[in-house]
């Protein structure tokens, strides 16, 4: 039974060490969420009109600045101009070491748009800085489906 426990205990000091590595190497891949899908799981919320989703991806600064009902219009907004969400990918476009941007293809079934979001790392964990970035899409109207003949 002594041995059990003193297993448990240099299994757990082992893992501790390892998270603590790699925290301290300032992870941001392995334990932590990609930035990019940070992005992309921002702008489905927005999307879907899930706006507390949508905040608790914000930076803490642009969480105090950005209040619940900005967030509704900022979704209204979004929806109107880009209509149902086919598709979105993030990638990433310049990257510091606490900060980044992602560049967002966004398809939808009104326009499609390729927004630059910017993100901060805080607390280890990548938040959007500007909510309204997703916004600045003065992409063309999508082209029409029709079949041209």
């Given amino acids: 039974m002594k041995d059990l426990a003193s297993a448990v205990g240099l299994v757990a000091l082992s893992l501790g060490l390892v998270a603590g590595a790699v925290r301290g190497l300032g992870d941001d891949e392995i334990l932590v969420v990609p930035p990019e899908n940070v992005v992309q799981e921002f702008i489905r919320a927005l999307a879907l009109g899930q706006t507390g989703a949508a905040r608790d991806k914000l930076s803490r600064d642009a969480e105090r600045a950005t209040s619940s009902a900005e967030m509704r219009r900022l979704s209204a907004d979004f929806r109107a101009r880009i209509g149902r969400l086919d598709e979105v990918e993030g990638s990433v476009a310049r990257r510091g070491r606490d900060t980044t941007v992602v560049r967002a293809r966004i398809t ?21 800085v500007r909510a309204a970035d997703v916004l600045a899409i003065d992409a063309p109207p999508r082209a029409s489906r029709e079949v041209q003949r």
């Fill in 108 to 128: 939808g079934e009104r326009s499609n748009a390729e927004p630059l979001v910017s993100l901060v790392r805080e607390s280890g964990e990548w938040g959007v």
